[in-house]
């Protein structure tokens, strides 16, 4: 089963910045809108950021102005560049491909760690 592979996380102190990678097969990548996801510790997962094929972006409230999300079509990888952190953006962050519907497609994988210490 397809599984996307995401990194960049680690610790990071607040107000500081990261860079988070995923790489998807082409055949994936090529036709979906790409998001990144996030989740804490007894939270539900959340959608932060999203990113289709043509490059339209859109970004959950908490980090709109601070987080960017890009695409190399290229490379087939996105990316979420993520600056003047706070510890509340401590979580696990997914990628996956989306599909028509707003609804992530099953190529969970297994998400790369940020904390983000005060």
């Known amino acids: 089963q397809v599984r996307l592979v995401e990194s960049g996380g680690g610790l990071v102190q607040a107000g500081g910045f990261q860079r988070l990678s995923c790489v998807a097969p082409?055949?994936?990548?090529?036709?979906?809108?790409m998001g990144w996801y996030r989740q804490a510790p007894g939270k539900q997962r959340e959608l932060v950021a999203h990113?289709?094929?043509?490059?339209?972006?859109k970004y959950v409230d908490s980090v709109k102005g601070r987080f960017i999300i890009s695409r190399d079509n290229a490379k087939n990888t996105v990316y979420l560049q993520m600056n003047n952190l706070k510890p509340e953006d401590s979580a696990v962050y997914y990628c996956?491909?989306?599909?028509?519907?707003?609804?992530?497609?099953?190529?969970w994988g297994k998400g790369t760690l940020v904390t983000v210490s005060s």
């Open positions: 990113i289709t094929t043509a490059g339209t972006t």
């Open positions: 082409g055949s994936i990548f090529a036709i979906n809108t």
């Open positions: 996956n491909a989306i599909d028509p519907f707003g609804k992530a497609l099953n190529y």
